[in-house]
């Protein structure tokens, strides 16, 4: 039963997004946006969930599922990974290209039709949802937010994280992520990971470290990332020139984690 639930949502998911008119950049072109979605699914009750309220994971503000929604049972998250026209037009090294920074506000935009669609479609199968990043209590202070997607895609079995902080999934790590909550039981992806950092080499094998040389203001180094240094520069160096459209992620193009999970090369 849940198996064809599953199924429906995947299929009618993946079909919203590649037939939707809004996934192509109006002002380059109709160049496409997306690739077909990765979906995974986490049970609520997922200790997982719990964890992440630790300091050293996201923090004691993160909300759980069933605070976004009571009667909340599982969690829908999905990775929209860029295409190569978008990835390509970034591999440049300095200043983030114009499709790269259209993308990062039309490809939002139509993420968050992504978030109501699926809101829509889980309400018609007779469950409630909600998607905590379109609601009023969604908020992100001092640059951690609420409802930490990358963290909620690591538990819905999508992928782990690299150097550069990025989640890296089975279709690598450039692309943007979503979810939703609903009271609909659904079956949980397998995690084919046990640890939060799997899929990257220089985490794992002291190999490639090739993010750190990537980025503009050095914000990457063998300790990891520094959020305040990448978001200083894309405020003074891109938002600046081009607001409010804005961006960067040379760190996710040109690099082995780019399109693919490269443990497994
Ligand atoms: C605030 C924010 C920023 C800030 C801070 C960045 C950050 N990574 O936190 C700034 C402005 C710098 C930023 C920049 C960018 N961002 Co941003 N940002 C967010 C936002 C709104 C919240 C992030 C958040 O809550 N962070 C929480 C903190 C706690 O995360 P953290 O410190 O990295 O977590 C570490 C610890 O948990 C640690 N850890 C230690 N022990 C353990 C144990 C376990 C079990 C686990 C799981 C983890 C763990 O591992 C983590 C990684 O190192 C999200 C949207 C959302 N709602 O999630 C998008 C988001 C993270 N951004 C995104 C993107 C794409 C970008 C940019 C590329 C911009 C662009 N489009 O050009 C850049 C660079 C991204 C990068 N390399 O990280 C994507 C990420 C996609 C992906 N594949 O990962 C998101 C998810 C937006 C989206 N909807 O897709 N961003
Ligand atoms: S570029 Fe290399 S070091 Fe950086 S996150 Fe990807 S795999 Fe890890
Ligand atoms: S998004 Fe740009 S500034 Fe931020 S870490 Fe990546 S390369 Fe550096």
Not at 38 to 63: C, H, K, M, N, Y
Not at 88 to 98: E, F, I, K, V, Y
Not at 193 to 214: F, I, N, S, V
Request: charged share 25%.
């Amino acid at each position: 039963m849940s198996e064809t639930l599953e199924k429906n949502i995947r299929i009618k998911l993946s079909e919203f997004i590649d037939l939707s008119l809004h996934n192509a950049l109006a002002a380059h072109g109709g160049m496409k946006m997306y690739d077909a979605p990765l979906i995974g699914i986490a049970t609520a009750e997922d200790p997982l969930f719990q964890q992440f309220r630790d300091p050293s994971i996201v923090g004691p503000g993160f909300i759980l599922p069933a605070e976004w929604l009571p009667g909340a049972k599982s969690v829908i998250s999905y990775f929209l990974p860029f295409t190569k026209e978008i990835r390509d037009t970034n591999r440049a090294p300095g200043l983030p290209s114009q499709e790269w920074i259209s993308a990062r506000i039309d490809g939002e935009a139509l993420n968050n039709e992504i978030r109501s669609f699926l809101v829509d479609l889980l309400k018609e199968m007779a469950a409630d949802a909600v998607a905590p990043c379109l609601d009023s209590r969604f908020q992100v202070v001092n640059r951690v937010s609420n409802w930490s997607e990358r963290h909620v895609a690591h538990a819905a079995g999508l992928g782990t994280f690299g150097l550069h902080r990025a989640l890296i999934t089975e279709k690598g790590s450039v692309g943007r992520l979503g979810s939703v909550v609903t009271t609909l039981a659904l079956k949980p992806t397998k995690r084919n990971y046990q640890k939060h950092d799997e899929y990257c080499l220089y985490l794992t094998q002291g190999k490639c470290g090739a993010c750190m040389q990537r980025c503009p203001p050095q914000a990457i180094t063998a300790k990891g990332k520094d959020h305040r240094i990448c978001e200083e520069y894309i405020g003074r160096e891109v938002l600046s020139r081009w607001a409010p459209r804005y961006g960067c992620a040379k760190c996710n193009v040109n690099v082995p984690c780019e399109f693919e999970n490269p443990v497994e090369l």
